[in-house]
Structures are given as C-alpha cells and as structure tokens.
C-alpha cells in the first residue's frame, strides 16, 4: 500500500468519515421522535439559530474580518442559505412527519443522481456514460424504496408524502452542492457556515412564523424537547460540518461520498434499536443498488 494511502486512512480519518453519517442518521431519528412534539418548521428554526449563536460565539473575530467578502457574496450566501439551512433542513423535518429514517435517508443517499442531473442541466457538466448508468441505478434504488418493495404502486403513485418531501429536500441540497462547487467564496468554513445559517433563519422566519400561528396546540417545554433541540443544534449542525469538512481535507473529494451511504445503514440500525422500526428487505436492496449507482457514477 502506498503511503499517501495509508495516511488518508488513518484511524482519525476512518474517524472523520464515519462520525457525519452517524451524526445525520441521529438528526433523522430526532426529527422522527419530535415529530407529533415539535413543529418541523419551527424545529429547524429554532436549531439553527442555537446553532448559529453557538458559532457565532467563536467566529464573531472571522466575520468581522471578512465582512467586505461577505457583502461582495451577499446574493450568492442568501442562495446558499435558502437552498441548505432554510428548505434542506425544513424538507427533511416535514419529511419525518409522516415517513420513517430508513426511507428518509435512503431518499437522501440518492444526492449523486440529482448532482448529475443539475450539474448537467445548469452548470453544463459532461455526463459520461458511466455517471449516466450510475444515476439510473440510483433512481431505481430510491423508486424500489419510494414504492416499498410493490411495483405495483408506480402506477397509482401511492407515495408517503414525506417520501415526496425528502426529495425535494434532496434536490434542494443538489443545487446547494454545485453553487458551493462552482461559486464558493473565499472564506474559512466557520464564516461560511455562520453566513449561511444567518440567511437561512431569516428566510425561515416567515414560513416559521406562520407555523406557529397555526398550531393546535402550544409547543410542550419538557426535558424531551430540550433534550432534541440540544442535539440538533450542536451534534448534526457543528460538529458533523466541521468533522466532515476535514475528513475531505484529508481523503480527498471521492472517498467520503461512499461513507455517505452508511447513513441509511445507521439510520436502520439506530431505528431498530431506538424506535422499533426494523428495516425491510425493499430497504437492503435500495442501499445495494444505490451504493453500486455512486459506486459506477463515481468511476474515472
């Protein structure tokens, strides 16, 4: 084995790659314990906005310094704020209001083949033959989940609405992916992520607002609701973005996209163990089947 690979797969980088995805599937069995509890709107407001007042405490120096690069990019930083922290995140908690984990983070394991699609859509990025058969076996691992195994309900359309939710979410985040490929700004990550968490809230407030003013009945302040708030603010939101972040740093851009597929895995691990809800074969034969899409798509 070579030295540079060994490097790249020391056991603090195994450590990196791993932690996100297991942070992720946490978020997504939260969000499913919260749900009946805590509005998802309003759960993702009130989660990035601990989250940002979290970072803002140790990058208030950073977004001081870089504010004349911070009003250059005030558009494209609003784009990336409403596309990640404002409609992702949103989607992904509506999602969990009515669809399980496992399907949500399978759904959301499927980002390669709507990366492929808009990059050739918008961002007029060559799809080879091989990023086309890849996505097409991403789409059938996430259609075989969508339909639950029955093929018989793509001709009624008989989807979960928070299936429909999660990909929309996924698309979202699709976009998100290529502006910050494409148009990222000069700015360490701390500031980056600040800015889009600041941009992110204030076009959350609206929708959030109206939540509340809807709600049946008043949100239940109980050690269970400040238990999930406390861990979606810091564990998901921080400590995942950072860890991955230099996880990519170290392994280089290819490797992490496969340790993404072990969200779902853990997602049905932490599901079975925390939830009760066992994972089905449709949902071992969508995770082969996207794993071997990223797998081909990803091939030089």
């Known amino acids: 084995m070579h030295a540079s690979a060994t490097r790249r797969l020391d056991g603090a980088t195994l450590f990196l790659l791993t932690f996100p995805p297991l942070a ?17 709107i309003t759960l993702n407001f009130v989660r990035w906005v601990l989250a940002g007042t979290l970072l803002g405490l140790y990058t208030w120096r950073g977004v001081v310094e870089h504010r004349a690069t911070l009003r250059r990019h005030a558009g494209l930083l609003t784009a990336m704020g409403v596309l990640s ?26 980002t390669p083949l709507f990366l492929l699609i808009i990059g050739a859509l918008f961002f007029r990025e060559r799809m ?24 018989g309900r793509l001709a009624q359309l008989d989807f979960v609405p928070g299936d429909l939710f999660m990909l ?34 204030v076009a959350s ?28 603010a810091t564990i998901p939101s921080l400590l995942a973005y950072f860890a991955w972040d230099r ?31 066992s994972p089905h074969w449709y949902h071992g034969v969508g995770l082969v089947t996207i794993a071997a899409g990223i797998g081909l798509a990803q091939r030089r």
């Open 205 to 232: 407030a609206p929708v959030t607002a109206w939540e509340l003013m809807t709600l049946p009945a008043p949100i239940p302040w109980n050690g269970k609701v400040l238990g999930i708030l406390l861990y979606v």
């Open 247 to 277: 996880a990519i740093a170290r392994a280089g851009a290819q490797l992490p996209v496969f340790f993404i597929t072990l969200t779902p895995v853990f997602a049905a691990l932490l599901s079975t163990l925390l939830l009760g809800e």
């Open 85 to 110: 922290i404002a409609s992702y995140n949103a989607f992904q908690y509506l999602a969990l209001t009515t669809s399980t984990p496992i399907n949500v983070t399978l759904i959301g394991a499927s």
């Open 168 to 201: 929309a979410a996924t698309i979202a985040w699709s976009a998100y992916t290529w502006l910050l490929r494409k148009h990222r700004p000069d700015l360490p990550l701390p500031v980056l992520l600040f800015a889009q968490i600041v941009t992110g809230v």
């Open 128 to 151: 080879r033959p091989w990023h086309v058969a890849g996505a097409l076996l991403c789409l059938v691992g996430v259609s075989f989940v969508l339909v639950r195994g029955d093929l």
């Open 24 to 40: 992720w599937a946490g978020n997504a069995i939260v969000g499913r314990l919260a749900a009946g509890t805590f509005p998802p």
